[in-house]
């Protein structure tokens, strides 16, 4: 479970981040101010840091140059003005996105998702399969010189077919490493692997997805029309 | 002010009118000392030889001249004869002794004068001027020369003031001295000098009187306007056709454009602040009435579901809301300062995409976009705004299945961003109006959008030099294009 510090001192919005972070299954521990997210950090460890910049004492930008620099700890600021010199002076300091207030939980959580994703080395972000090339960084799938956003789901289904092309990947697999969750039923998959199926066929992508009966969907290079 | 104004207008023109009195005194009087004076003498003179003539004829000894000088009295010449008691011996040599007082007799031994006509007032007289004329030479008032720069000079009751001949009488030497009586001519002239003075100064003040009035009035209506101005009566009639066609009707004009001008704002400002009222009163009622039915547990289950998320997109609403009126409130100040510095459009526009990931994902919109290398020579805030609006009214006005389109193109000087989409569209005739403060289309329908969205971008696009354009077919979607100067 990955863990989440919050710093906000604004009451209402510090709870109602913790409730959203909590209930997507994150281990939250939140602070009003630096000195106390600081001195909390001095015997624990946290994965990834949520700060807002406007703060009594030790600001967002001051802090995030703490967390980022001395303790190598991504951090997203929270912003108020919503302006580009946050944003920028937010980026010098070291924060890995910043969210302007006020926003959706659904926004922050995807946020955080995306930065977790990008500070785990371990994850290839970039892969490329006959002419489509996937950014797992930012959805996004690349085909004849246009960029498509694609839906978490469709992303990441397409990844794990990418990533063994040609070979067939079984549903379970894919179950798994998408939904995080074996019993995923064939329903769901299906109707997922037939939108992104549409999407390849839209896109004029030379790739082409087969059903393998009873196990899974292969990846397959598509051939020139001369060929059939 | 007025006052003040009034009365240095009438100082100055009052000083103009003396010193130009001055100056043409000075120039009548050269005229009458170089042109008249000489003249004058020469006619006197002439009239002096007449007389010569006259007496040299007709008075054969010294006993006959009381007489002559009788018949000269009826003249109006002022007449002195003086007779040399000692003949002209004394000649050159006593002349040193500067003045004599002419009297009537004999005098300063050995003189005799005989005046006729009006008495002179003064009768000193240089004894070399009389010797002069003794000795057979013409007097032409030389002595009195100095006094002739003046005209009253003219006037100056002097002997000195004369011209002299000599008159042979009975083989005796006479001197004979005669200057016009100008007593009756001087008073005439004088007076008639003096009314002249006086009806001139006169008319003037009255003229200048009349002129600053006329100057100083429509000053005084253009205050009393741009009072009320600033009381923004705006129904004040400037009326500038009843002012002169000069500067002062000219300003009269420019107060009027100006009074014009501050109406619109005016009014434009009233009407923003009912429209503002309006968008902020309505979501607040909203999130009044429904979080009320919750707190009160009236509904239950979907319905209360139903009723949290109408809470939430108003506040959303507002907050949006808020948002864009600070911006425009930037705008609106002209205290925004346009920043230019180099932008990789392409970086820019990807990463105001991206923004909206989150919000596509679910959503089934179907963004694609293509977007070539292109830096440009603009304000990165607000080329920010501009496309995160255009984005977020595609977002908004599509749905499940639709497809949002961005592209930019480098067209060398220019590059051309368009983001289209094929969602709900816009019908033929609001399509001039999208582009207007508040105006939403369809805003039953779309609760989401403050109406404020594409007014800011074409306001900021304007600021950029840049130009936006709108197709769109209702039902079938829209697209924006904007254009900008590399």
Redesign the interface.
């Known amino acids: 479970m990955n863990k989440v510090m919050v710093v906000e001192d604004d009451v209402n919005i510090r709870k109602l981040v913790v409730l959203y972070l909590q209930k997507n299954g994150y281990d939250v521990f939140d602070f009003e101010d630096a000195g106390a997210a600081l001195e909390y950090l001095e015997d624990e460890e946290v994965d990834i840091a949520v700060v807002d910049v406007m703060m009594p004492g030790m600001n967002g930008f001051e802090l995030t140059e703490v967390l980022n620099g001395d303790l190598e700890i991504p951090v997203i600021l929270l912003t108020a003005k ?4 946050d944003k920028e002076q937010g980026f010098l300091a070291g924060a890995s996105d910043y969210i302007v207030k ?1 926003f ?1 939980p ?2 922050l959580l ?2 955080i998702r995306a930065v977790l994703k990008r500070s785990n080395p371990a994850a290839d972000t970039k892969l490329s399969f006959s002419g489509v090339t996937l950014d797992r960084e ?2 996004e799938i690349e085909v004849a ?5 694609l ?2 789901k469709e992303l990441e289904m397409l990844a794990c077919l990418v990533e063994r092309p040609e070979k067939v990947v079984t549903r379970e697999h894919i179950a798994e490493s998408v939904w995080g969750d074996l019993d995923t039923s064939t329903f769901t998959i299906n109707t997922h692997m037939n939108r992104l199926r549409q ?1 390849l066929e839209k ?1 004029d992508a030379e790739v082409r997805i087969l059903t393998v009966r009873g196990v899974g969907y292969r990846l397959e290079r598509l051939e020139a029309e001369t060929d059939i | 002010m007025m006052n003040t104004l009034y009365k240095r207008f009438i100082a100055v023109l009052l000083a103009v009118v003396s010193v130009s009195l001055v100056v043409s005194l000075l120039a009548s009087n050269i005229l009458y000392a170089f042109y008249s004076k000489p003249k004058m003498n020469e006619q006197m003179l002439g009239t002096a030889g007449d007389l010569k003539t006259v007496l040299e004829q007709d008075v054969s000894d010294a006993s006959g001249i009381p007489a002559a000088m009788d018949m000269l009295d009826a003249l109006d010449y002022q007449v002195a004869l003086i007779s040399g008691g000692d003949g002209n011996t004394t000649g050159e040599e006593s002349v040193s002794g500067g003045e004599v007082t002419l009297t009537e007799g004999p005098f300063n031994g050995g003189y005799a004068a005989h005046f006729a006509g009006a008495p002179f007032e003064r009768t000193e007289m240089d004894l070399s001027t009389l010797e002069h004329v003794l000795s057979g030479n013409v007097y032409r008032g030389e002595a009195a020369e100095m006094a002739n720069w003046f005209m009253m000079g003219h006037f100056m009751n002097d002997v000195r003031n004369t011209v002299g001949v000599p008159v042979m009488i009975d083989g005796e030497q006479h001197a004979l001295f005669i200057k016009q009586d100008s007593s009756l001519m001087f008073s005439e002239f004088h007076i008639i000098l003096l009314v002249f003075f006086v009806t001139a100064v006169l008319v003037s003040l009255i003229f200048i009187i009349l002129m600053s009035r006329r100057l100083t009035e429509p000053l005084g209506r253009l205050r009393t306007a741009a009072d009320e101005i600033r009381k923004e009566n705006f129904e004040y009639d400037i009326a500038p056709g009843t002012y002169s066609r000069d500067e002062i009707g000219q300003l009269a004009g420019s107060l009027d454009a100006m009074k014009g001008q501050l109406q619109q704002n005016h009014s434009m400002r009233q009407k923003f602040i009912s429209d503002v009222t309006h968008d902020l009163q309505s979501p607040l009622l909203n999130i009044q009435g429904y979080a009320k039915l919750l707190e009160d547990g009236e509904v239950q289950g979907d319905d209360a579901q139903e009723a949290a998320s109408v809470v939430h997109s108003e506040a ?1 609403r507002l ?1 949006s809301l808020a ?1 864009q009126l600070m911006l425009l409130n930037k705008f609106d100040h002209q205290s925004y300062e346009v920043k230019k510095a180099p932008v990789r459009l392409d970086e820019q526009i ?1 990463e105001v ?2 923004v909206f ?6 959503s089934g919109i ?6 070539d290398e292109a830096v440009i020579e603009s304000d ?2 607000l080329l ?1 705004n501009i496309w995160d609006n255009l984005v977020s009214n595609a977002v908004k006005y599509s749905s499940d299945g639709d497809e949002i389109t961005v592209t930019l193109e480098d067209r060398g000087t220019h590059v051309e961003v368009s983001v289209r989409d094929t969602g709900e569209g816009i019908r033929q005739e609001e399509l001039d109006m999208i582009f207007d403060r508040f105006y939403r289309v369809d805003a039953a329908r779309s609760s989401e959008g403050s109406g404020l969205g594409l007014a800011i971008v074409r306001e900021t696009v304007d600021m950029l030099g840049g130009t936006i354009e709108v197709e769109s077919t209702f039902g079938e979607g829209t697209a924006f294009t904007v254009r900008l100067e590399k």
């Open positions: 919503g302006q580009l010199d006020p959706e659904k926004e995807f946020r930012h959805y010189g246009r960029t498509h956003m839906p978490v999407k896109y | 959303k907050s948002r990807r995409i991206r990931r989150w919000r596509l994902d679910e179907d963004l694609s976009y293509s977007l990165r805030n920010w």
